[in-house]
């Protein structure tokens, strides 16, 4: 994989703290639904730092977009999610990645998992399933500290979402970390053997593997990804 110049066609917030970025790439060779990229950031005076960022748009397209969220202690997030701006450039590799991810071909059955901005690469899988349904069920769980912090609020009919700090005051579920009574209440059961998709912080990655193994899902029907930074 080479280095490609990517330049910035538009922004737009998701949340307080998360930013969308759409790409434009002359020679992206296109990606698969969970793959990621490698970002690189030059200085002027030649330092640079490379970051992976998961890709957030549906794949069978020309389109990449990523969504970053700014960490508090972050070199190049605080950048990305605040400072860039329409028509920068920045420098990408990839697509990376062939474990967590979802292809169209695929028929079974379906449970995506996600903690925090652990939504963005299983959103891309849920816009490819979209786009290009196979008749398989695909349900997404989505635990997240607070209304605010919901990313991709919009695309969120018919998925479960579940609050960890503060939940809406019409939402029967309290909020509460993740537990076994929300795997089996909210995620498909372990008898339709669904291909389980999990991403999110690592704290949040293994507890949630975890919950999913005691609901009776088979080892073999998870995959995770998961990354430093906080938990939900």
């Not at 960022?53 to 605080?78: C, H, K, Q, R, W």
Request: with cysteine; proline share 6%.
């Amino acid at each position: 994989m080479t280095w490609q110049v990517a330049t910035v066609v538009a922004l737009w917030d998701e949340t307080r703290t998360a930013r969308t970025i759409s790409l434009r790439v002359d020679a992206w060779p296109g990606h698969l639904a969970g793959q990621h990229v490698d970002v690189r950031l030059t200085a002027d005076d030649g330092y640079s730092a490379v970051r992976s960022y998961s890709i957030a748009s549906a794949a069978g397209g020309e389109a990449l977009e990523l969504t970053v969220e700014e960490l508090d202690d972050g070199e190049v997030s605080p950048f990305l999610a605040g400072e860039l701006a329409v028509g920068d450039q920045l420098e990408v590799r990839g697509p990376i990645g062939g474990w967590f991810v979802w292809r169209p071909e695929q028929i079974e059955p379906v449970q995506l998992v996600a903690g925090g901005s652990g939504i963005v690469p299983v959103m891309s899988m849920l816009r490819t399933h979209q786009r290009r349904p196979n008749g398989t069920d695909m349900r997404l769980l989505y635990s997240t500290r607070t209304p605010e912090t919901l990313i991709f609020r919009h695309e969120l009919d018919g998925a479960d979402v579940l609050y960890t700090r503060m939940a809406p005051p019409d939402t029967v579920r309290p909020a509460h970390r993740l537990d076994t009574a929300d795997v089996l209440t909210y995620s498909l059961p372990a008898a339709e053997s669904p291909t389980c998709y999990i991403c999110g912080p690592t704290g949040f990655v293994e507890a949630a593997a975890e919950l999913f193994l005691s609901a009776g899902h088979a080892a073999r029907r998870i995959r995770t990804e998961r990354f430093g930074g906080g938990g939900t």
